[in-house]
């Protein structure tokens, strides 16, 4: 009898019981850097760890069954990932890349490209228009980073698949904000998919990772040898923890969804707030594509508040459960400011271009209680309201604009101004 498996499933049993020695149910972990030929010429399936390793193609051969693809490479971190992709590419060939993107990615392409290994476009890809003009150049690779980090814009996958095929480019699509557990970019006509494996994939926040996945066998070849020659695939004990937490990989991101739901909603609702980027509200620009394309919304947000650094700040310094680190998917709850983390490397011309702001802000948000997460956030508000404030009246006492009982001048409140980041509020 035949069925097809669910792939929840599929991620939960990946290589169970493939332990013909010992029949161990969890496969053993092979930290060999080098494997004995049979004999003279007698090469076995494994020589070297770095052309090959049966723990890091067990993750392989996961990832390529949950994306549903032809074969994957798994690589040493996600910019090992991105670098590996670049192989494709000749010299004078054009990359086509999200303006918006992750700012590791921005650094890499634009370096890369900097140095003549290939050219380069950043792209607003939700702008119709614009990437018809940019597939007018005839592109030979367009990444595609769908939710695109940190504004979480939305591009629809088949689309610029459409686009690619009237000029032969390859679409490579970064899922890693995802996972396959809510995206299959392949199943929607993509050719290649990227993750940082050190995301939701492995979810602890202890490994670092990338893999690649091909959605055909001579693509998955020339990956695999570029991987090989380059040096750059994964340790094993990394491919053995992420595997590890590939197992889990469902049962999180389903509670990383509803903790991020319950958060978009209240940032949503607040007056310190000018603007949620959360694909699963109604009123986001790219909803009605992401409910086509994608089985959720993921656990990503970010949101811009009022009240200038002072505002920003006080927030930051005021959570108890979001730790003020770099990057995501783990159990935990983090919380980061783009534009001086994540996106430092980014001009400050190309970051004003992409719409990411110093009043940005983006939350990771993990699995810890829902309420206790929200009554932090809340909290953390207030504190910067109270900046605000304090900001409010130490400028305008300096500059004479209190009266004589030293309150501040009209009334029931103050339009408070930054200078620094373009934002106000009357409070």
Not at 397 to 417: E, K
Request: aromatic share 6%.
């Amino acid at each position: 009898m035949s069925f097809s498996e669910d792939p929840a499933t599929t991620a939960v049993r990946a290589s169970l019981e493939s332990d013909s020695q010992h029949g161990a149910v969890v496969p053993p972990l092979h930290l060999s850097s080098n494997y004995t030929f049979a004999g003279f010429g007698q090469k076995r399936q494994y020589d070297y760890c770095r052309s090959g390793n049966p723990t890091r193609d067990a993750l392989a051969d996961a990832l390529t069954a949950l994306e549903g693809g032809a074969g994957a490479v798994i690589t040493s971190s996600g910019m090992a990932a991105l670098t590996l992709l670049t192989q494709l590419l000749q010299p004078g060939e054009l990359l086509i890349a999200p303006h918006d993107c992750y700012g590791g990615t921005y650094r890499l392409f634009e370096s890369l490209s900097a140095k003549g290994h290939f050219d380069v476009l950043f792209v607003d890809q939700s702008d119709a228009e614009l990437l018809r003009q940019a597939f007018a150049r005839e592109p030979k690779l367009i990444l595609v980073e769908t939710p695109s980090n940190p504004l979480l814009r939305i591009v629809d996958i088949e689309s610029v698949v459409d686009a690619a095929r009237t000029c032969g480019a390859l679409v490579a699509v970064d899922n890693t904000f995802l996972s396959p557990a809510l995206q299959q970019p392949i199943s929607l006509g993509a050719d290649i998919v990227v993750h940082s494996t050190t995301k939701y994939l492995n979810g602890h926040s202890d490994v670092i990772g990338g893999a690649v996945i091909a959605a055909s066998d001579d693509i998955a070849e020339t990956l695999a040898w570029w991987a090989n020659c380059l040096g750059i695939t994964g340790a094993p004990f990394d491919s053995y923890l992420t595997l590890r937490g590939v197992r889990t990989l469902f049962a999180r991101m389903e509670q990383h969804e509803k903790n991020a739901k319950l958060l978009a909603v209240v940032l949503g609702e607040h007056e310190l707030v000018s603007r949620v980027y959360y694909p699963g509200l109604p009123n986001h620009a790219g909803h009605e594509v992401a409910c086509r394309q994608q089985q959720g919304f993921g656990g990503m947000l970010s949101f811009e508040i009022y009240g200038g650094e002072a505002a920003v700040r006080a927030f930051l310094e005021n959570l108890r459960h979001f730790s003020l680190a770099e990057s995501l998917g783990g159990i935990e709850s983090l919380v980061c400011h783009p534009a001086s983390m994540t996106h430092a490397p980014v001009s400050a011309d190309a970051l004003a271009a992409a719409g990411i702001g110093q009043n940005l802000i983006r939350l990771s948000v993990g699995l810890e209680s829902g309420a206790d997460l929200v009554n932090d956030v809340v909290v953390a508000l207030e504190e910067a309201r109270k900046a605000i404030q304090d900001s409010s009246v130490s400028v305008m006492i300096s500059s004479g604009s209190a009266d004589g009982n030293g309150s501040i001048c009209g009334g029931g409140g103050s339009l408070l101004r930054s200078n620094s980041m373009s934002s106000s509020v009357t409070l």
